[in-house]
């Protein structure tokens, strides 16, 4: 709100300077830019978290088949590890009986 009460006395003394038509249309088109900057960033603070909901049902969609891969490599890691295991017994096993 100050900057409204700053931009009136602003625009009196840019008239009272008679500023060239270039100056003029340079001053409009950057508050038109501004202003459409602060209604865009309005409009993203309004509607992010509708969007952010929809990002995270989709990811919740997408972490069970994640996980059911991930249950299925640790499943397959567990049994080359068991595997990997009882050989190793065995080899010591054998190198104790050996020795």
Not at 33 to 62: D, H, N, Q, W, Y
Not at 80 to 99: D, F, I, N, P
């Amino acid at each position: 709100m100050e900057t409204v009460h700053e931009l009136i006395p602003f625009a009196r003394e840019m008239l009272s300077q008679k500023p060239s038509r270039k100056m003029v249309k340079l001053y409009v088109l950057g508050s038109l830019l501004a202003f459409f900057g602060v209604v865009i960033g309005l409009v993203e603070t309004v509607c992010s978290p509708f969007t952010s909901e929809g990002r995270l049902e989709e990811e919740e969609e997408k972490k069970p088949a994640s996980t059911q891969e991930q249950m299925l490599a640790q499943k397959q890691e567990d049994l080359v590890l068991e595997k990997g295991k009882a050989a190793g017994q065995r080899a010591l096993v054998t190198r104790q009986h050996a020795s």
